[in-house]
Nanobody, 121 residues
Framework: QVPLVESGGGLVQTGGSLRLSCVDT????????MAWFRQAPGQEREFVAV????????TYADFVEGRFIISRDNAKNTVHLQLNAVKPEDTALYYC??????????????WGQGTQVTVSA
């Protein structure tokens, strides 16, 4: 059973906002860093953002340019990714992951099944 379940994806217009959520259904990952990755059709999976478990330190991919915000609520076993000022190139399947604080996908042990974000021009 996949312990991470994403939601909140959908169709949004360019310049709009969307809030993605990821729930740790197993309630066992609160000591791990939580990250968001994304994968567009025909592209490799790429890092978006990560947040540490206790101090909530964050790191973002360069393409974010201040538009996205990652946050977590350990009491609710949830991590969010607020997408603002979205662009058509943000269209992708967004994945939640749990593991070490890192930009590399290989550092993450647990993955959700993804939630689709589509940005219309």
């Amino acid at each position: 059973q996949v312990p991470l379940v994403e939601s909140g994806g959908g169709l949004v217009q360019t310049g709009g906002s969307l809030r993605l959520s990821c729930v740790d259904t197993g309630r066992t990952l609160s000591t791990l860093s939580m990250a968001w990755f994304r994968q567009a059709p025909g592209q490799e999976r790429e890092f978006v953002a990560v947040i540490s478990p206790n101090t909530h330190d964050t790191t973002y991919a360069d393409f974010v340019e201040g538009r996205f915000i990652i946050s977590r609520d350990n009491a609710k076993n949830t991590v969010h990714l607020q997408l603002n000022a979205v662009k058509p190139e943000d269209t992708a399947l967004y994945y939640c992951a749990a593991g070490a604080f890192n930009r590399m996908a290989s550092a993450y042990t647990y993955w959700g099944q993804g939630t689709q974000v589509t940005v219309s021009a």
